[in-house]
């Protein structure tokens, strides 16, 4: 298949900027959906679901063949999903509750193929330890108004507040969208036109990433 068109099915603003460092083409669209938890639903389940109706809903909406890029993002610790924060109080709750312990990011990614229905779907897992932050600290940041659109009510990107300490996993999917993880699933479709994924993600991040190869090289992270 030639790719024509490559769709973003996603109001996230931080999934286009990241997409948009790559040099690939997309038209953006922003995409509602209920993400509400199903009963008894795992975490990984959870996030697959969400990026996968994302990707759907948005093939309803286009008329024309190509790929629909969709991605689902959460923060998980001790098996409780974290979704974005309803307030501050909520996001200083969270916040609380994730001082100085591990959770997963979890990361979910779609590439649904328009002219049959095909689809392509991963998850990236990443290990978070986050700081010992005061607080005073967590006050401040909530008060930036930063975490309301973040799941788990966090950027890891965040340089004043910086929650997370020692990370080694893949910056970019924490963020939102794990660029190695689509590099390596686009270059399965003919007519893509391949990129050194790691190069331009490490660049705008600032970040040796210790994975890329792995991922590059097929490993499933997650």
């Not at 099915?9 to 038209?27: D, V, Y």
């Not at 998980?76 to 309803?86: H, R, S």
Request: hydrophobic share 35%; net charge negative; proline share 4%.
């Amino acid at each position: 298949m030639s790719i024509d068109k490559i769709w973003l099915a996603s109001a996230s603003p931080r999934r286009r900027q990241i997409l948009g460092w790559t040099g690939i083409h997309f038209n953006p669209l922003s995409m509602n959906i209920d993400e509400s938890e199903g009963e008894g639903e795992k975490p990984k389940d959870y996030v697959n679901r969400l990026a996968i109706e994302k990707a759907r809903k948005a093939m309803d909406e286009i008329s024309s063949d190509g790929l629909i890029v969709a991605a689902d993002t959460t923060v998980v610790l001790e098996d409780k999903i974290m979704g974005k924060p309803m307030n501050r109080a909520e996001a200083d709750r969270m916040l609380t509750f994730l001082r100085n312990r591990k959770h997963e990011v979890i990361t979910a990614l779609v590439i649904l193929k328009v002219s049959d229905n095909s689809l392509i779907s991963e998850c990236c897992i990443s290990p978070i330890q986050m700081r010992d932050y005061t607080d005073q600290e967590i006050q401040t940041y909530v008060n930036t108004g930063d975490p309301l659109d973040k799941a788990g009510a966090y950027a890891i990107q965040h340089s004043q507040f910086n929650p997370v300490i020692n990370f080694q996993g893949c910056f970019a999917s924490v963020m939102g969208m794990p660029l190695c993880h689509l590099e390596r699933n686009l270059r399965k479709f003919d007519g893509y036109q391949r990129r050194e994924m790691q190069i331009i993600c490490q660049k705008f991040l600032d970040y040796t990433c210790p994975i890329h190869q792995r991922v590059m090289d097929g490993e499933n992270i997650g």
